[in-house]
């Protein structure tokens, strides 16, 4: 995984002012709301995936494109509000930006064991914090 945000030369003071006071408003709220509902689907997904890779062994790739992309959009909101880059982000998972990169590589294979044991090892987590709250 390979994670790049380009340093710009200037930013701009009006816009910084503007996301630090009003961020929420214009970005935090449309973004927000569109990024729960495609995060459910991408939730969705992502248990259909766990079966697909648990009898193929493969993970689907368009499922996994998908995932990516989501997590480029979360990404492009997250360096917005934090003051980190200039612009509003662009909405939805095929969008591009010009100040983050993130690249992750596409698994050939994806081990099954290894998928197994994450999966039992976070339900037993939260089976755990929910025991002892």
Known sequence: MKLTIQHQESYSRLELLLR?????????????????????????LQFVAFWIILFTGRYPQ?????????????LRVSTRLYNVSDGYPAFGV?????YTDLVIPYPEKVSRGLM??????????????????
């Open 20 to 44: 630090t006071f009003f961020g929420w408003l214009y970005i935090l709220i449309p973004h927000g709301f569109l990024l729960m509902f495609v995060g459910l689907w991408g939730a969705i």
């Open 62 to 74: 368009s499922m996994f494109e998908f995932q990516v992309g989501l997590m480029k959009w979360s």
């Open 94 to 98: 095929k969008s591009t930006d010009e």
């Open 116 to 133: 197994l044991l994450r999966f039992f090892s976070g339900s037993f987590m939260f089976t755990c914090h929910i025991c002892l709250s």
